[in-house]
């Protein structure tokens, strides 16, 4: 337990998405209880293409994730943890991570409860970091052995610091925006064991709120699916796509971003 807990903190602290995550990764339906299970995956990429020697191109690629989970008889906790970064010739332009922290209670209902908190930042679109934190009821519909379909409604409070695009070379300095409000936070969530070594989940979230600094509704649109393949005891392949929407940005920033991402990861 010791190692688990040790490399789930390593991974959370390395210098690196809201709550566009997909939370079901990390739920678990076993016959024993009290127990800790996670994952780990790792990529890194390095390459130096250039068409002079004076000119030297320099690119790297940086991406992990560790996530962990303890199930009780009546509860669940999970964390789940991210970090992406990429740079070209020493220029990061890509810089992401998230944590994300949730309890399920009397998870074995059909109507439970849900606590959840999270820190997030995405300093290639701006985003310096965004604080979120709520609580929900989960219903869920279907629960059998192959198939798993749930719904959930909540409330949040979140909070965002964005920088605005160009006032970093400007002659004032950098400038920010923030935004704090409440939202509704609303999901449905589908996992299918398609057999022993392949399994399906996917879950998609609509998040709005009314925000008084500009007098309408800001919503978002979110969705993460994924995909993995059992390929020994232990390693597994994964494949996954991540989209997200939202209707007013805080700041002048494209509104639709997504993500495919695959690799294997290592279970413990």
Do not use: C
């Amino acid at each position: 337990m010791r190692v688990v807990l040790f490399l789930v903190v390593m991974f959370a602290a390395l210098p690196a998405r809201s709550q566009i995550l997909n939370v079901e990764k990390s739920r678990l339906s076993r016959d024993t209880i009290n127990y800790w299970v996670g994952e780990m995956n790792f990529n890194l990429l390095l390459h130096n293409r250039s068409a002079t020697a004076g000119n030297p191109v320099r690119y790297t690629g940086l991406g992990s994730g560790a996530d962990v989970a303890y199930v009780s008889g009546r509860h669940r906790y999970m964390l789940i943890n991210q970090l992406n970064y990429s740079s070209f010739t020493g220029n990061p332009f890509i810089s992401t991570g998230y944590s994300h922290f949730r309890t399920n209670l009397w998870w074995k209902k059909s109507i439970s409860y849900e606590l959840f908190t999270q820190y997030q930042y995405d300093l290639g679109r701006g985003l310096k970091r965004r604080f979120l934190s709520g609580a929900g009821l989960r219903f869920t519909f279907v629960d059998e052995e192959k198939i798993r379909v749930a719904a959930g409604v909540g409330a949040m409070y979140e909070y965002e610091r964005w920088v605005v695009p160009g006032s970093e070379d400007s002659e004032t300095g950098i400038e920010f925006v923030y935004s704090n409000f409440g939202k509704s936070t609303n999901y449905i969530s589908a996992r299918w064991q398609v057999n022993e070594y392949v399994n399906l989940n996917s879950i998609v979230y609509f998040q709005t709120g009314y925000d008084r600094w500009v007098r309408g509704f800001r919503n978002r649109f979110s969705t993460d699916t994924n995909l993995n393949v059992k390929l020994t005891q232990r390693m597994t392949f994964f494949a996954s796509f991540s989209g997200a929407y939202d209707s007013r940005p805080v700041v002048p920033i494209y509104n639709f971003i997504y993500s495919l991402n695959n690799g294997i990861k290592v279970g413990f």
